[in-house]
């Protein structure tokens, strides 16, 4: 492999993220939402989405290069990547071991979880993978757009893979989209994850826009990303989008649940960036960072692309083959890409009083205009705006709490009465 000169990452400088698609955008489901198995029509070998050997080696020597951590974090996601057997996996042990040097490695998998096996848990709890699970609610709630090929709800077969994970006691997390049906039964939602013994979950909304002549062309069903200078004049969402003061209404239902039952239990990703804003740390997810763009994806046949969700070709990095992946990260930055997430906001986001925590969302959705007819406002900014005003209240307590090396989840306790602090003897 010939790597381009700037190959050795500044110790100093931000860490990359990188995603992987083994197995590109092939999945053994069909979901109503998702919007990377139509990214099939984007590849000129339209069979055959697998990582070989050759582009894997490439990949794991030129990340593990790249990265200026100690520690290198895999996270591999699809499609499905499960679709590619343990074999592949353990293929990714070997090569990492092989070009880790000094380096920690670690894994991550993000999968549907309808092929996992007592064969795939062993292999994840040996290897100590964080497991992400894709699993929406109830059986009602989760088969309503997660299918199989033949349009069988896929539940049993879920629920199967993640007793089969706490079986063997592999990490997992749980992913659930929030669609337009779902955000109307937030309480049932919850409380299936905490029955279903889930301790870490994390909210996905889903937005998408309905196709326009540029996606047509490209032989899409849905829009790109949002021009965010320009006027869009297409913002139709699908009819499974959901909508957003009922997604804000939706965090908001649970999180007054959570807030006085299970904090420091239950760990839902998005109230912990919510108080990760409010103390003042900088957003570990990248929808809620002030920049994005150094969060890449690196596609089965080794094209790297600025995100997961800008695999189009005007958003072709390069390749894993030929450059370096700091080099295509630095590149992608040079361009705009990522900045623009800031420098791009309207006036309404500047001058908001929960900008800290919101950051205007991801620029895919910044489709809507604002208050004073500027482009690119962020399609979900009612619901995010209600959210985070609404908790604001919740993570003032949770924050002098902390500011007196006291639990957050004191909070509980402040909600039910005066809360008397019984300090330890010295
Ligand atoms: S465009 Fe959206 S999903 Fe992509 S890196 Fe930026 S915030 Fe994240
Ligand atoms: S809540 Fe709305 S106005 Fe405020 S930062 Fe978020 S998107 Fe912008």
Request: hydrophobic fraction near 35%; charged fraction near 20%; proline fraction near 6%.
């Amino acid at each position: 492999m010939s790597l381009s000169r700037n190959s050795n990452p500044d110790p100093q400088s931000p860490p990359l993220h990188v995603v992987a698609k083994p197995a590109g955008p092939d999945c053994n489901l069909n979901c109503d939402y998702c919007f990377y198995l139509e990214k099939q029509a984007l590849f000129s070998n339209k069979r055959g989405f697998r990582m070989n050997d050759t582009v894997l080696q490439a990949f794991i020597e030129n990340y593990t290069r790249s990265q200026s951590t100690p520690v290198v974090e895999f996270v591999w996601q699809g499609g499905e990547p499960t679709l590619l057997g343990v074999e592949f996996f353990e293929r990714v042990i070997e090569l990492q071991r092989r070009f880790s040097n000094t380096k920690t490695i670690k894994n991550s998998l993000q999968t549907n979880g309808t092929l996992l096996t007592d064969q795939w848990c062993t292999f994840l709890k040996e290897h100590d993978f964080m497991v992400g699970i894709s699993l929406d609610g109830p059986q009602q709630i989760h088969d309503l757009h997660r299918h199989d090929r033949r349009g069988k709800g896929t539940f049993d077969m879920v629920m199967q893979g993640l007793r089969l994970l706490q079986k063997h006691e592999v990490q997992f997390n749980v992913l659930a989209c929030v669609s337009r049906e779902s955000a109307n039964h937030p309480l049932e939602v919850y409380q299936f994850f905490k029955d279903s013994g889930v301790e870490f979950l994390q909210f996905a909304p889903v937005v998408e826009r309905v196709c326009n002549p540029e996606s047509i062309h490209r032989g899409l069903n849905l829009a790109g990303p949002a021009a965010l200078t320009t006027k869009e004049p297409n913002t139709r969402v699908t009819p499974w989008s959901v909508e957003a003061e009922e997604y804000g209404e939706f965090l908001i239902a649970i999180y007054e649940d959570w807030v006085r039952n299970d904090v420091g239990n239950i760990f839902v990703m998005n109230f912990e960036w919510a108080l990760n804003a409010w103390i003042g740390n900088p957003s570990p997810v990248c929808i809620h960072a002030q920049q994005c763009g150094r969060s890449v994806v690196v596609e089965h046949n080794g094209d790297v692309y600025a995100c997961d969700h800008n695999v189009y070709p005007e958003f072709r990095l390069g390749s894993i083959a030929t450059e370096s992946l700091l080099a295509m990260v630095e590149k992608s930055q040079q361009s705009g890409f990522g900045v623009c997430k800031e420098t791009a906001l309207p006036r309404q986001c500047q001058d908001c009083d929960v900008l800290a925590a919101c950051r205007g969302g991801c620029p895919k959705h910044r489709f809507v205009v604002s208050c004073d007819d500027q482009p690119g406002l962020q399609y979900l900014c009612p619901g995010y705006r209600n959210f985070f005003r609404h908790i604001r209240r919740y993570l003032k307590v949770m924050e002098t709490l902390l500011e007196n090396e006291l639990p957050a989840s004191y909070v509980m306790d402040v909600i039910k009465g005066p809360l008397v602090i019984k300090r330890p003897k010295t």
